[in-house]
């Protein structure tokens, strides 16, 4: 029997897939030695041993908190932190840990209260749900297009034109799965954009993303010849504050109760220091 195949049978409380990332990970030993391929095949006298570590515990971490009531809370997301855990090995701080144990109602997932998500290099303004009706009321805004995302970016050179609409469809690059391009049978992606200021290196530029494509604006802004500074995946690396200079700055949306809300949060301090020398 296969190595997955035997721990998914004698500890189900794990799926087979979740097996295999554990057996990757090391942490189950075929005769007291390591095993990290799920495919190893066992003999009958093998013994096989488990260990997973306690999950870690990040109950006395922080991230500031914008807005919070029984339903909702806004946050102004640092660069530098993951939205939530990629899979099933929590090994960092996530904002789905921050805001799991600020729920009204328990969600066992990976990603508790988690409506949309901001990447782990880009600031600003994240919305989150602390019980399912919210949170799917919330989502549905987000896939209807009824919230209303504005974002503040550095890009390198200026764009041709002072305002602009990309529509510009984004696809999953074959050659690089992990990231994007325009292509032609891409899905529908619109992102409008205004020059706020510019000097001979950078540009501030505001956007407002009308899709939600992953990597949209970093997309877009790449394909126009203007690449966001900071940018490892679409640019170049080269940033004046040592991070991707995207941040998100507000997001308006309708919280229960049905009231309209728009929620905002400032750059940092290093983000808005640039801006300035750019002359916004």
């Not at 009321?137 to 504005?150: E, I, P, S």
């Amino acid at each position: 029997m296969r190595l997955d195949q035997y721990v998914a049978q004698f500890w189900p409380e794990y799926s087979r897939s979740v097996w295999q990332k554990y057996i990757a990970a090391g942490y189950v030993k075929v005769n007291g030695e390591v095993q990290t391929s799920a495919k190893h095949s066992l003999d009958e006298d093998d013994e096989v041993t488990i260990d997973i570590p306690a999950e870690p515990d990040f109950s006395e971490h922080q991230l500031p908190v914008v807005y919070e009531d029984d339903h909702v809370i806004v946050i102004n997301k640092p660069a530098g932190v993951l939205t939530h855990a990629k899979g099933e090995i929590v090994d960092e701080f996530t904002v789905a840990d921050f805001v799991k144990g600020r729920m009204t109602e328990p969600e066992e997932s990976n990603r508790p209260g988690i409506v949309h998500r901001l990447d782990r290099d880009t600031s600003g303004i994240l919305i989150a749900a602390k019980d399912s009706e919210t949170k799917g009321k919330l989502q549905k805004q987000f896939q209807d297009r009824k919230a209303h995302k504005t974002y503040l970016a550095v890009v390198k050179g200026r764009p041709k034109e002072h305002t602009a609409t990309l529509d510009l469809p984004i696809e999953r690059n074959p050659k690089k799965p992990s990231t994007h391009r325009i292509g032609v049978n891409g899905k529908h992606a619109l992102t409008r954009y205004e020059v706020l200021a510019s000097n001979s290196k950078y540009s501030v530029v505001r956007l407002q993303p009308e899709t939600g494509r992953t990597h949209q604006l970093r997309v877009h802004m790449a394909y126009i010849g203007t690449p966001i500074v900071g940018d490892k995946l679409y640019g170049t690396a080269k940033s004046p504050i040592d991070r991707l200079c995207l941040h998100a700055e507000s997001l308006e949306i309708t919280i229960p109760e049905s009231r309209r809300e728009t929620f905002t949060a400032k750059p940092p301090e290093d983000f808005e220091n640039l801006m300035e020398l750019i002359g916004a």
